[in-house]
């Protein structure tokens, strides 16, 4: 197993890179909607429970569902803006490594958008839980809290500014070539 043909230099290589394209993109929308999904999961478990002290809480509280929301929009939109990055080259090109940068370079981005809107679901998720549960004891702790959940929403806008960045590297060889 020593040989050349088995190191994960040469497997990466010969994958294509559509192939990693693919992923990246897959990647970031379907672990986007993952944070999303686990942030609202949180959010309301809380929320609801929370409602049957303090009825009040509801409607006001649904912000907190919307900011879970917004991080599968997050993931929803790089993956547009990824997809439109795909490009066709030649057969002979497609292992070029300009095509192979390509294809590394929105794989790392799809990567980076979905795993920093994961954690920004759950970051948004759980202060959104918080914020239920303050909320109903004591209504002055609502906008105070609040601002902290929109400083853990940050975090998945900083992640969509990292991915674009990195996919500015995505540049296919040209046909004529």
């Known amino acids: 197993m020593a040989g050349h043909s088995s190191s994960w230099s ?5 994958i294509s890179p559509y192939t990693f394209s693919a992923i990246g993109i897959a990647i970031a929308i ?14 309301g478990s809380s929320l609801i429970g929370a409602s ?7 409607s006001k509280n649904l912000i907190s569902v919307i900011f879970c929301e917004a991080v599968a929009i997050y993931g929803v939109i790089v993956a547009i803006i990824l997809q ?25 981005s799809g990567i980076i958008v979905g795993f920093a809107n994961l954690v920004c679901g759950l970051c948004v998720g ?13 209504s002055t702790l609502f906008v105070k809290i609040l601002v902290i959940e929109i400083f ?26």
């Open 10 to 14: 040469r497997a990466l290589v010969q």
């Open 84 to 108: 439109t990055k795909l490009e066709s080259v030649p057969a002979s090109q497609i292992y070029a490594p300009e095509s192979l940068r390509a294809g590394y370079a929105i794989f790392a």
């Open 152 to 177: 853990g929403s940050a975090l998945g806008l900083f992640g969509v500014i990292v991915g674009i960045i990195m996919s500015a590297q995505a540049s296919w060889p040209s046909k004529a070539a």
């Open 30 to 43: 379907g672990v986007s909607v993952l944070g999303a999904a686990w942030g609202i999961y949180i959010t």
């Open 126 to 138: 759980i202060i959104g839980s918080s914020c239920a549960l303050s909320d109903a004891q004591n």
């Open 52 to 58: 049957v002290k303090a009825p009040r809480i509801t």
